[in-house]
């Protein structure tokens, strides 16, 4: 079982940039898939970045493309969500997930993270 910690969430205001971190423990994630996805109030867990285990497969949600980078050091069992030119769009719970095979639906994910929040006023 692979075990994951969220971080670097917070309050900023829009066009700021946030760094979140995933870091895993029980299992190293060198094998494993892993993504990003968000929850706003009200609103149903949706995709946002996923990343293959050997960082050569790379997508993104239509509504973060050019503004969000995934990216992940095997080695440090950590995964990271650079995110720049937020919105209040943006603002939701954050949460990490990880998978031995490569997906970007919500369900099937054997790993979640709590979540962190992020906030964005205008």
């Known amino acids: 079982q692979v075990r994951l910690v969220e971080s670097g969430g917070g309050l900023v205001q829009a066009g700021a940039s946030l760094r979140l971190s995933c870091v895993a423990s029980?299992?190293?994630?060198?094998?494993?898939?892993m993504g990003w996805f968000r929850q706003a109030p009200g609103k149903e867990r949706e995709f946002v970045a996923a990343?293959?285990?050997?960082?050569?497969?790379?997508e993104y949600a239509d509504s973060v493309k050019a503004r969000f980078t995934i990216s992940r050091e095997n080695a440090k069992n950590t995964m990271y969500l650079q995110m720049n030119s937020l919105k209040p769009d943006d603002t939701a719970a954050y949460y990490c997930?990880?998978?031995?095979?490569?997906?970007?639906?919500?369900?099937?994910?054997?790993?979640w993270g709590q979540g962190t929040q992020v906030t964005v006023s205008s």
């Open positions: 997930a990880a998978n031995p095979g490569y997906r970007t639906v919500v369900s099937g994910w054997a790993s």
């Open positions: 029980g299992r190293a994630i060198s094998n494993y898939a």
């Open positions: 990343i293959s285990w050997s960082s050569n497969k790379i």
